[in-house]
């Protein structure tokens, strides 16, 4: 882990300048610094961190050939070594010394060379495991819950999402989501297309045990659960029932009634005086918007008026054609009808048609 040991041999040429020609020694003084892996030999000895001082005497190595004296006064420094500890949330990874620290690779020792001796880190890494935690929860049947932008609702019940950061640590959280919805439901019927001032009847029907039920518009019955009433309608309209269920739950349905200025008019297309009554009558049956037929008329294939009458009272068949002109019942074949008809409002409308007569 150290640098490998380096020997250091001193020349004994630089000792020659210390001699003289009369044969004085020649003394030299060694100072320097080392790290403690390194050794220097001195002629015969050898230095290092366990003998870092000392004498050498060089036999016969100044230049007038007496001996040489060297001082050696050496200093060893010791490596840094230090810990470091860290602590990762799961998944995460830290680098030392280019090393990669993670769940797989908690220690390992690091060495650093700069300068003159090396350095070395002791890596511990702890591991965070992230936080697991569970929602569970009964919710209404339009209930959500929308973690991590994910929806999660009726349809869409249960999964795992991964909090980033949300834990105390800072790390992720992950939490199992497992929902269940109230078997609660609110149905107060189809949407429909009704004549102009016809009558309608709501009906709720529902699966709650309701605390309180609000309508709007304002009711269409008395009692707001309209379980006896009807009401006329002669506009659109679009009833919201909205019911409040004893656990909390808010469900509500509407029903929308479009309205139609086409009447509903009868008229057989086939007719037979000598048929049972009310079969012996030819008339027209109306829906119940319609209040009065104000004129009723038949007439021959070639257009002679055989039956004219005012003001007759819809859906009764006493007041029709008994088949009779002039009191002779007519022959078989085909006639046609015309007629004006009155709505509960006073408007007016006319049908016409065509019918066999047959015996």
Same mark, same amino acid.
């Given at each position: ?9 001193? #020349? ?5 300048s210390l001699g003289s020609a009369s044969g004085q ?43 040489? =004296? ?15 500890? #860290? ?76 909090? /980033? ?19 609660? &439901?609110?149905? =107060? ?25 609000? &309508?709007? /518009?304002? #009711? ?38 479009? =309205? ?16 049972? &009554? ?20 038949? #007439? ?20 029709? &054609? ?38």
């Amino acid at each position: 882990m150290f640098k490998s040991s380096q020997y250091f041999l001193l #020349a004994i040429i630089f000792l020659l300048s210390l001699g003289s020609a009369s044969g004085q020694i020649g003394q030299y003084l060694l100072r320097d610094t080392f790290c403690n892996d390194q050794e220097v030999i001195v002629g015969d000895q050898v230095f290092g961190p366990s003998k870092p001082v000392g004498v050498v005497v060089l036999t016969g190595a100044a230049l007038n050939g007496g001996d040489s =004296i060297v001082q050696v006064q050496l200093t060893y420094l010791h490596p840094v070594s230090a810990n470091f500890f #860290a602590t990762i949330c799961e998944g995460d990874s830290i680098y030392v010394n280019g090393t990669a620290y993670h769940a797989f690779h908690l220690q390992g020792t690091e060495v650093f060379s700069s300068g003159l001796c090396d350095s070395i880190v002791n890596v511990l890494i702890t591991v965070l495991t992230p936080p697991f935690s569970n929602l569970r929860d009964t919710l209404c049947p339009d209930g959500f819950y929308t973690i991590n932008g994910t929806r999660y609702d009726y349809n869409n019940r249960v999964g795992y999402e991964i909090l /980033p950061n949300a834990s105390s640590s800072g790390c992720d959280s992950i939490v199992a989501i497992d929902l269940e919805f109230r078997n609660l &439901w609110l149905y =107060i019927g189809e949407d429909r297309v009704i004549i102009k001032g016809d009558t309608v009847c709501i009906t709720p029907q529902y699966g709650l045990t309701p605390t309180s039920f609000v &309508w709007l /518009p304002t #009711a269409p019955c008395p009692d707001s659960l309209c379980s006896t009433s009807c009401i006329m309608l002669t506009a659109p309209v679009v009833f919201t029932l909205i019911a409040t269920d004893t656990s909390g739950c808010v469900l509500q349905d509407e029903v929308k009634f479009r =309205i139609s200025n086409k009447n509903q008019v009868y008229a057989p297309n086939v007719f037979s005086p000598d048929a049972r &009554w009310p079969d012996n009558h030819y008339s027209l049956h109306c829906d119940r918007t319609v209040v009065n037929i104000k004129r009723f008329f038949i #007439a021959d294939r070639w257009g002679d008026l055989i039956y004219d009458r005012r003001n007759i009272t819809p859906n009764s068949p006493d007041e029709g &054609w008994d088949g009779l002109y002039n009191g002779k019942v007519m022959d078989t074949g085909t006639y046609i009808f015309g007629a004006e008809l009155e709505r509960f409002d006073g408007t007016t409308f006319f049908e016409k048609g065509g019918f066999s007569l047959v015996r």
